[in-house]
Each structure stands twice: as C-alpha cells, then as structure tokens.
Nanobody
C-alpha cells in the first residue's frame, strides 16, 4: 500500500524560505510522476510543481523561479524548496504520486484527478 507523508510546513514571514519533504513508502521510485499541489481556503487544488522519473520538472507560473522540486529515488523522497515566499503562497500543500500511466507528466497536462496517491498535506502560512 502506497503511503505519502509530508513534513516541513510552518509559518514564516514574506521573503522567507521553507522546505517541504514527502516520504513515500510501499512503492519504488522507478517509473513515476510526482508533484506538489496546494489548496487555499475556498480554492481548488492547484498544481505547483511536478517531476517525472527522468527528472523533468514543470512549475506553475506563479512559483517559477522561486520553487524547486526534486526527487531522491534512493531515499524515496520528494522535496519542494520554496524561496521568496509571498502571502499568496499560503495554503495546505499536498504531495501526490502516480506510478502507472505516468505520461504526460507536467503541471499543465496532469490535473489533480490524475494522481492516485496523496498525502494528508502540510500547512504553509506566510505573513506579510
């Protein structure tokens, strides 16, 4: 059974940085499409950053140049490094994974409904 557990959320001031981690168990990191989504109050869940098993990454326009997604196959860990945080980045952040039908794999091409596995989320709050 695949399990995803996020960690690293918290509260920081605008301009600060946070690093989120997602530990995956129950499946090996071979063929995959994984990523980070976020959902603010009253908003739909949106894709933030996605990475495929070849290391190709895509980002939402709102976070390009500020967020970096990476995957460590040996440790079964997905990370999201967030710099220059803004109040509008405030949301609950979710780790998502798909290990079958992993293509296409990008923020634009793969909506939340096409991911089979989800973590419970970690809250990120940015104050101005």
């Amino acid at each position: 059974q695949v399990q995803l557990v996020e960690s690293g959320g918290g509260s920081v001031q605008a301009g600060g940085s946070l690093r989120l981690s997602c530990s995956a168990s129950g499946h090996t990191f071979t063929d995959y499409c994984m990523g980070w989504f976020r959902q603010g109050p009253g908003s739909e869940r949106e894709g933030v950053a996605i990475i495929d098993h070849n290391g190709r990454t895509t980002y939402a326009d709102s976070v390009k140049g500020r967020f970096t997604v990476s995957a460590d196959s040996a440790k079964n860990t997905l990370s999201l490094h967030m710099d220059s945080l803004k109040p509008e980045d405030t949301a609950k952040y979710y780790c998502a994974a798909e290990f079958e039908n992993t293509s296409p794999c990008s923020v634009r091409s793969r909506a939340a409904r096409y991911f089979s596995y989800w973590g419970k989320g970690t809250q990120v709050t940015i104050s101005s």
